[in-house]
């Protein structure tokens, strides 16, 4: 994992990491708030029993 610092392209991440910042950028974007654990779960094709 790269450190981070200003103008740091995406692409430079791991493609899982990419998606978390993906579906945080479109919650953001949509002032949808923060992402939960269960649709961090679902975005990644995890099961969640309640």
């Known amino acids: 994992m790269p ?4 103008g740091l392209a995406w ?3 791991s493609v899982d990491y990419q ?6 950028a479109g919650r953001a974007r949509l ?3 923060p ?6 779960a ?3 094709g995890m099961v969640i029993d309640q």
């Open 31 to 33: 002032g949808q708030g």
């Open 3 to 6: 450190v981070w610092r200003e």
């Open 35 to 40: 992402v939960t654990c269960q649709e961090m």
């Open 19 to 24: 998606r978390i910042l993906q579906l945080g």
């Open 42 to 44: 679902a975005a990644f």
């Open 11 to 13: 692409s430079a991440l």
